[in-house]
């Protein structure tokens, strides 16, 4: 019951538990981690319910609760379902945002309406969750209908890598749109994990 469990979005996880590590050095750490399935990124309709199963699941087993999630594209019902179940989410209104921050957000969304953005996890899993989970792989023709009205992909890098890049690179060439680069870091990630594991000390 001295514990925090962050019921976080499976396309953050390896940031999550990175962090969280960092936070305690000693493995003693007071926040536990479950993340519900990356490709919910697709389904944004199914997040608020998947959440509100796993918060109900950990009532009694844990002193708080975090949702691990930002509106993600919920149109406020996750935010419903946290003022329901007397938790709280990450802030913004998604991880772009989060890890950008607010103001470098905004300033990028001026610059380019028609502008990608890719996490470092979206970039690694470009193929699976962009090109065959909207079905472009299976349809080509869809990319034309999804894309047809973008013009940049942006890439906010959480880590320096090579590989990452070069496959950010070639995602956005895919998709025929000039590429950029912005290192991010892990923006208010850090903070919201700060807040938590004070909460629990």
Sequence with gaps: MNRVLVVGCGALAKEFRHLITALDRN????????????????????????VRERVRAARGRYR?????????GTGGLLDKVCQEE???RLPGPHCYELYAGAETFAQLHAQELGTLYLTDYL????????????G???????QEIYFNNYTRLVHLSQAPDPELDRLARRAADRLGLRFERV????GGLVDALVEIRERAA
């Design 136 to 142: 472009i792989s299976d349809h080509p023709e869809l």
């Design 64 to 72: 708080s609760v975090l949702v691990g999630y930002a509106d993600c």
């Design 86 to 88: 007397g938790v709280e």
């Design 123 to 134: 970039v690694r899993h470009f193929e699976r969750l962009i090109l065959e989970g909207l």
């Design 183 to 186: 290192a991010t870091g892990y």
């Design 27 to 50: 493995n003693s750490s007071a926040i536990d981690l479950e993340c519900l399935p990356a490709k919910l990124h697709n389904r944004p309709e199914l997040i608020p319910e998947a």
